[in-house]
């Protein structure tokens, strides 16, 4: 077991393509790995509870780019400003208008990734294709003073049908080519596509991610 998680670390750097961002998912982990991880060249990771992350940030080298991945709830939206790199998980327009005010507020620009629902039953959070996709064309994010959009973060179903998971990695990659390829938008630095964790990643690079966020796969399973 010495150094499980580093040498975890270096076998999917050698796995995954360059140009793919690999975000270490360090939630309902302790401080200890993180730095075994970090030990190993690691500087992105990603974590879905404000209270942890807010706790593991002072007891982090300063160089780690956190980003926020899980369901943010809109009281704790103040005490996130100005802490991560991305939030990926911005699932309605309500909690995007608050991140903006916020950072407008604390003088910060908050650069996020829309999270699209394309998985059938899972969560009940995120943006429907359709929605996200009128949500651009109709031009409502030009209201945003303080907060950068920079692509679509997404899950697949929860299932061992492969056909369905690749479907629906392909789904969000199609929604985001959509978006990104519609030059009257104007978009800018609009590049990213989240998709894929420990168990389905490949078939998520296969279908055009370009971050991948990786958690029991380098740290082993998590203790609820
Ligand atoms: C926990 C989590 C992950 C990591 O999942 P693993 O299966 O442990 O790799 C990825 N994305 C989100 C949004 C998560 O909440």
Same mark, same amino acid.
């Given at each position: 077991?010495?150094?499980?998680?580093?040498?975890?670390?270096?076998?999917?750097? &050698? /796995?995954?393509?360059?140009?793919? $961002?690999? !975000?270490?998912?360090?939630?309902?982990?302790? !401080?200890?790995?993180?730095?075994?991880?970090?030990?190993?060249?690691?500087?992105?990771?990603?974590?879905?509870?404000?209270?942890?992350?807010?706790?593991?940030?002072?007891?982090?080298?300063?160089?780690?780019?956190?980003?926020?991945?899980?369901?943010?709830?809109?009281? &704790?939206?103040?005490?996130?400003?100005?802490?991560?790199?991305?939030?990926?998980?911005?699932? #309605? /327009?309500?909690?995007?208008?608050?991140?903006?005010?916020?950072?407008? &507020?604390?003088?910060? !620009?908050?650069?996020?990734?829309?999270?699209? *629902?394309?998985?059938?039953? /899972? $969560? &009940?959070?995120?943006?429907?294709?359709?929605?996200?996709?009128?949500?651009?064309? /109709?031009?409502?994010?030009?209201?945003?003073?303080?907060?950068?959009?920079?692509?679509?973060?997404?899950?697949?179903?929860? $299932?061992?049908?492969?056909?369905?998971?690749?479907?629906?990695?392909?789904?969000?990659?199609?929604?985001?080519?959509?978006?990104?390829?519609?030059?009257?938008?104007?978009?800018?630095?609009?590049?990213?596509? #989240?998709?894929?964790?420990? *168990?389905?990643?490949?078939?998520?690079?296969?279908?055009?991610?370009?971050?991948?966020?990786?958690? $029991?796969?380098?740290?082993?399973?998590?203790?609820?």
């Amino acid at each position: 077991m010495e150094n499980r998680i580093g040498k975890e670390i270096e076998q999917l750097r &050698k /796995e995954i393509p360059s140009g793919v $961002t690999l !975000v270490a998912v360090s939630k309902f982990h302790p !401080v200890e790995a993180v730095m075994e991880a970090y030990d190993a060249g690691q500087r992105c990771f990603g974590e879905s509870r404000v209270q942890e992350l807010l706790a593991k940030i002072p007891e982090c080298p300063q160089d780690i780019r956190w980003h926020f991945i899980g369901h943010l709830q809109t009281n &704790k939206v103040r005490a996130l400003i100005g802490r991560t790199a991305l939030i990926e998980s911005v699932d #309605s /327009e309500r909690l995007l208008e608050l991140i903006d005010v916020e950072s407008r &507020k604390a003088g910060v !620009v908050t650069r996020v990734l829309m999270q699209l *629902h394309v998985a059938r039953e /899972e $969560t &009940k959070f995120g943006f429907l294709p359709e929605e996200l996709l009128e949500y651009f064309r /109709e031009h409502r994010f030009e209201k945003l003073t303080n907060t950068h959009i920079c692509g679509v973060m997404g899950m697949a179903s929860n $299932t061992d049908d492969m056909e369905r998971v690749a479907s629906d990695f392909a789904e969000i990659r199609r929604v985001f080519d959509q978006i990104a390829s519609d030059s009257s938008l104007g978009l800018r630095g609009f590049d990213t596509v #989240s998709m894929g964790m420990s *168990h389905d990643w490949p078939l998520a690079v296969r279908n055009g991610s370009t971050m991948v966020r990786i958690g $029991t796969r380098i740290f082993g399973e998590r203790n609820y």
